[in-house]
Nanobody
């Protein structure tokens, strides 16, 4: 059974760094591109970052480029999202997803990130 379980979200003040994790199971993690997607209140889901299966290449949406870093640890079946310089606009539910672009073949339940002073 394919599972993606996110963690690391929470309530943080603007500018506070935060790292999200996503543990994968039920498939060969190292064989897949992986992405982070977020859904801000009242908006459609937004793809924000993707990483190649070997971790050598990454791409980002303009909204997070230069502030967020996607990475992975294949032996640990874990995907990460390091988020720096957070603002209120980054408040969203963050999901990890299997694939580089929609439609994703799997997606986690998400972790809430709230940026507020």
């Amino acid at each position: 059974q394919v599972q993606l379980v996110e963690s690391g979200g929470g309530l943080v003040q603007p500018g506070t760094p935060l790292r999200l994790s996503c543990v994968a199971s039920g498939f060969v993690f190292a064989n897949y591109y992986m992405s982070w997607v977020r859904q801000q209140p009242g908006k459609d889901p937004e793809w924000i970052a993707a990483i190649w299966n070997d971790g050598r290449h990454t791409i980002y949406a303009n909204s997070v480029k230069g502030r967020f870093t996607i990475s992975r640890d294949n032996p640990k079946n874990t995907l990460y999202l390091q988020m720096n310089n957070l603002t209120a606009e980054d408040t969203a539910i963050y999901y990890c997803a299997r694939g580089r672009a929609p439609p994703y073949s799997a997606r986690g339940q998400g972790t809430q990130v709230t940026v507020s002073s």
